[in-house]
C-alpha cells in the first residue's frame, strides 16, 4: 500500500453512483471549504483513499457493484482511524445503525437538510483533527519518556512500522516473535507511546526469568497472608497497568499451569490474586514477545494453541538484522553518537573499512550485539574506529578466510542448483531453502557483482 500523504487540507471523498447527486453533494461540501474528491463506485473510492490522504469519506450505502457496508469495512481494514459517514434512504435507516456498530462514525438520512449533511462532515473532520493532535502529543510523550527511535530505512523495517502505526490505535492483542536482539521491547513501547493509552503506565516481565510462583504472584497479585513473605496485599501487573499496556516478554517460557490463568485473563478481562476467592477487573493492552517460533511450540504441544491464538491477533515478525544489512550504517551511526555522549567523549569516526566488515558479519546476536561490540570499539579505538578495533570473530585478515570462502563456494552452488531447479522463480526457490526473499535477492547481487569483478580481474 502507498505512504499515505500528510495533509492540512479539508479533503472529503464523496462516493455515490447518482452523477447528479454526487455534483449536488460536491457544491455543498465546496462551498463549505472543503476540497472535495468523487467517486462513482466502491472500487475507484479505495484508489483514492489510498493515494490521497483522505480521512472522512461520504457514502451512500446503496450502490451497484461494491455497497456502502463493504466500502466501510475495506476502509477500515487500511486505516481502522478513518472516518466514514452513511447516507441511507429513511426506509433505511436499520443498515444505517448495523454501519454505526462496524465502524461507521455518522449516518444521514436522504433526503438530507443541506446544513445537517455539512456539519455532519464538519464534525467528523474536526474529530479527525482531534485525533491528530492526540497522535502528535503521544509521539512527544514517547519522545520524553525516552523511548529510543526505531533505526533504519530498509524495506523489512518499514513494514514493521508500517503494520505498527495500523495496530497502535487499537486495543488488540499483539504477539512480537522474533531473535533476541531484535528490539521486540523497543516494538512494544512504540506501539504504546503511539496509542490511546500512551499517557498511562507500560510495564513489562520478562516470564522466564521468574518461578511459577513468583509470575503468578507478579502478573495477578496476592492477598495478604496468602503464602509466606505476603505482608501486604498487591494488585499484580494486570491491574497495575490500569488503562496501560503490559508486556509478556518471553512468553513460550511460561509453564502449563500459568498459560491456563493467562488464557482465562485474556478472554475474561478478569484476574484472580492469589489468594482471593473472586475476581477482579483489569483494563491493559497485552502485548506479548517471543523468541521461540510459537505456532510450532504449539503444535508440537509445548504451548497451548487456543493461548497462542488469543494472544496472536496482530503477528509481528521482527526480522534478524542480517536480513536488513542496509540498515547497519545508520545504527552504527547512531550508537557511535550514543556512546559519544554516554562516555562525555569527543565524537569518533568509523571507517569504510570497519563499515564493511561489521555489514558482513551475521550478528547472531542482532543489534544487542551491535551494540555492544561498538561500544566496546568505541572505548578502545583513538580518533576513529578501525577494523582492528573489533573482535576477533568479526575482524578476520585474510589467511583467516579461506574455509569461510571454501564454505561460500559450497552454499553458492547450492543455492543456485535450487534456482535452476525451479526454473528461476525466486519466490519457489526461497521456500525451498527456508531462507527470506530478500536475503535471496542479495545474495544472489552478490554473486553477480562477484562474476563482474572476476571478469575485470581477468582483462
Known amino acids: 500500500m502507498k505512504r499515505r500523504q500528510t495533509t492540512t487540507k479539508k479533503r472529503v471523498l464523496v462516493v455515490e453512483d447518482e452523477e447528479l447527486m454526487r455534483?449536488?453533494?460536491?457544491?455543498?461540501?465546496?462551498?463549505?471549504?472543503?476540497?472535495?474528491?468523487?467517486?462513482?463506485n466502491g472500487e475507484a473510492a479505495l484508489n483514492m483513499i489510498d493515494a490521497?490522504?483522505?480521512?472522512?469519506?461520504?457514502?451512500?450505502?446503496?450502490?451497484?457493484?461494491?455497497?456502502?457496508?463493504?466500502?466501510?469495512?475495506?476502509?477500515?481494514?487500511?486505516?481502522?482511524?478513518?472516518?466514514?459517514?452513511?447516507?441511507?434512504?429513511?426506509?433505511?435507516?436499520?443498515s444505517a445503525i448495523a454501519a454505526l456498530r462496524k465502524g461507521a462514525y455518522d449516518y444521514i438520512t436522504k433526503p438530507f437538510v443541506n446544513e445537517d449533511l455539512v456539519q455532519t462532515v464538519t464534525n467528523a473532520y474536526h474529530h479527525r483533527?482531534?485525533?491528530?493532535?492526540?497522535?502528535?502529543?503521544?509521539?512527544?510523550?514517547?519522545?520524553?519518556?525516552?523511548?529510543?527511535?526505531?533505526?533504519?530505512s530498509s524495506t523489512a523495517l518499514q513494514r514493521i512500522l508500517a503494520t505498527i502505526a495500523k495496530v497502535a490505535p487499537s486495543n488488540a492483542n499483539i504477539l512480537i516473535q522474533g531473535e533476541s536482539g531484535t528490539g521486540k521491547e523497543l516494538v512494544a513501547k512504540t506501539i504504546h507511546f503511539s496509542s490511546d493509552r500512551a499517557d498511562k503506565p507500560f510495564l513489562a516481565v520478562n516470564c522466564g526469568a521468574l518461578s511459577e510462583g513468583l509470575l503468578e504472584?507478579?502478573?495477578?497479585?496476592?492477598?495478604?497472608?496468602?503464602?509466606?513473605?505476603?505482608?501486604?496485599?498487591?494488585?499484580?501487573?494486570?491491574?497495575?497497568?490500569?488503562?496501560?499496556?503490559?508486556?509478556l516478554d518471553e512468553i513460550g517460557e511460561t509453564s502449563a499451569a500459568i498459560q491456563v490463568k493467562l488464557l482465562r485473563a485474556l478472554q475474561e478481562r478478569?484476574?484472580?490474586?492469589?489468594?482471593?476467592?473472586?475476581?477482579?477487573?483489569?483494563?491493559?493492552?497485552?502485548?506479548?514477545?517471543?523468541?521461540?517460533?510459537?505456532?510450532?511450540?504449539?503444535?508440537?504441544?509445548?504451548?497451548?494453541?487456543?493461548?497462542?491464538?488469543?494472544?496472536?491477533?496482530?503477528?509481528?515478525?521482527?526480522?534478524?538484522?542480517?536480513?536488513?544489512?542496509?540498515?547497519?550504517?545508520?545504527?552504527?551511526?547512531?550508537?557511535?553518537?550514543?556512546?559519544?555522549?554516554?562516555?562525555?567523549?569527543?565524537?569518533?569516526?568509523?571507517?569504510?573499512?570497519?563499515?564493511d566488515e561489521l555489514a558482513s558479519y551475521d550478528w547472531p546476536g542482532n543489534i544487542r550485539e551491535l551494540e555492544n561490540t561498538l561500544e566496546r570499539s568505541f572505548i578502545l579505538s583513538d580518533e576513529a574506529i578501525t577494523p582492528d578495533s573489533l573482535p576477533s570473530k568479526i575482524h578476520r585478515d585474510g589467511k583467516s578466510d579461506v574455509g569461510e570462502r571454501s564454505l561460500d563456494s559450497v552454499e553458492r552452488k547450492y543455492i543456485l542448483e535450487i534456482l535452476d531447479s525451479h526454473g528461476g522463480d525466486k519466490v519457489a526457490a526461497a521456500k525451498t531453502l527456508a531462507i527470506d526473499l530478500s536475503t535471496l535477492y542479495r545474495k544472489l547481487k552478490k554473486y553477480e557483482e562477484e562474476n563482474v569483478s572476476s571478469i575485470e580481474a581477468r582483462r
Do not use: C, Q, W
Open 23 to 40: 455534483s449536488i453533494i460536491r457544491k455543498l461540501l465546496e462551498e463549505a471549504g472543503f476540497e472535495v474528491f468523487t467517486a462513482s
Open 52 to 94: 490521497s490522504g483522505i480521512y472522512v469519506t461520504l457514502t451512500d450505502i446503496k450502490m451497484t457493484g461494491m455497497n456502502g457496508i463493504e466500502l466501510l469495512d475495506r476502509i477500515k481494514s487500511i486505516d481502522e482511524s478513518a472516518l466514514v459517514i452513511i447516507m441511507t434512504a429513511f426506509s433505511s435507516v436499520d
Open 129 to 152: 483533527e482531534l485525533f491528530n493532535e492526540n497522535r502528535l502529543l503521544r509521539r512527544e510523550l514517547g519522545r520524553r519518556s525516552g523511548t529510543p527511535e526505531m533505526i533504519g
Open 217 to 247: 504472584s507478579e502478573l495477578f497479585g496476592h492477598l495478604k497472608g496468602a503464602f509466606t513473605g505476603a505482608v501486604n496485599d498487591k494488585p499484580g501487573l494486570f491491574r497495575s497497568v490500569e488503562g496501560g499496556t503490559l508486556l
Open 270 to 355: 478478569e484476574v484472580i490474586p492469589v489468594g482471593a476467592s473472586s475476581a477482579e477487573s483489569f483494563d491493559a493492552r497485552i502485548i506479548a514477545a517471543t523468541n521461540r517460533n510459537l505456532e510450532i511450540e504449539a503444535a508440537e504441544g509445548r504451548f497451548r494453541e487456543d493461548l497462542f491464538y488469543r494472544l496472536n491477533v496482530v503477528e509481528l515478525i521482527m526480522p534478524p538484522l542480517r536480513e536488513r544489512r542496509e540498515d547497519i550504517p545508520e545504527l552504527v551511526d547512531h550508537f557511535v553518537t550514543k556512546f559519544a555522549r554516554r562516555h562525555s567523549a569527543p565524537a569518533k569516526s568509523v571507517l569504510p573499512s570497519t563499515l
